[in-house]
């Protein structure tokens, strides 16, 4: 199966409908999709001005635990934790 080297923005883009749909939960209407997307100049460029701006497309890891799926958003200031560190510490 293809699924890890799908991590990858640039081998997802140069994948077939075939290896597309050897992926997990994809199917033929989202294997089409995916090759719609790419296939199309402007969706290109995007992502090249992201990737050339240092914008990384990093697969997330799964939480567990209770608080699994939950999302924090700070608001306001932390005496101990800068916005900077609390970023890093995602």
Excluded: C, W
């Amino acid at each position: 199966m293809l699924v890890d080297s799908y991590r990858s923005m640039d081998a997802l883009r140069k994948a077939t409908l075939e290896e597309l749909q050897e992926i997990s939960s994809v199917g033929p209407r989202i294997a089409a999709s995916v090759l719609h997307f790419f296939a199309d100049r402007h969706n290109r460029e995007i992502l090249a001005r992201l990737h050339e701006a240092g914008v990384s497309l990093a697969s997330a890891e799964q939480a567990s635990g209770r608080l699994a799926g939950k999302r924090f958003v700070i608001t306001g200031t932390l005496p101990a934790l800068s916005r900077r560190r609390s970023k890093e510490a995602h």
